[in-house]
């Protein structure tokens, strides 16, 4: 491998390590579903996470390289929409919720990680720019430069959400049902403010 190839891969991991530690419903839905089901959920939502990314890449391929002010502007009227709604959902949930350790398959997690995906505005706009152009300039050279830069990225957030998920399942057996509605609250407030930032941004 050449160290061209080499630096696409470890560019792919320093980007996409960058872009999973800022806070974002992906975390919150990680930190919300590992306090129920354990460490193995971060996986799992990565691997819903993966699968937008791979149609995401499979239209960069097929030429869909838009970067517009309307594209930019539908995107976020939809996504930050979105994420207001499930803010708001959880908010109401958190009224009357108990902590019950178990929950759902792993079924649930990846389906997770696809709608905390498609719905965060941040996301598609960062696809549509940044990770579109990384993709294109791989491409340039060779395929196996655009495909390591995705499994680069993909390393990067197994990494990240897996540690997300362990240090969060690790506080469930201490975690109450005071506790347990307040964190819901925290994460209902965050996809709320996070989905106005984005409305915000197009109708101001």
Sequence with gaps: MSPTLIEFLAFGFSIGLTGAAVPGPMLFATINASLRRGWTTGPEIVIGHALVEVAVCALIVLGFTI??????????????????????????????ATFDVGGSGAGGAVTAGVLTSVSNPYFLIWWLTIGNAMVMDGLAINVTAAVLFVIGHWIADLAWYTLVSVSSSRGKRAMS????????????????????????????
Excluded at 77 to 89: E, H, K, Y
């Design 67 to 96: 970067a517009t002010d309307a594209v930019f502007r539908i995107v976020s009227i939809a996504g930050g929409g979105a994420l207001v709604v499930f803010g708001a959902m959880t908010l109401n949930s958190s009224k009357d």
């Design 177 to 204: 049902d005071r506790t347990y509605r307040r964190m819901l609250v925290g994460c209902g407030g965050f996809l709320v403010c996070f989905g106005m930032y984005y409305l915000a941004g197009v109708f101001v």
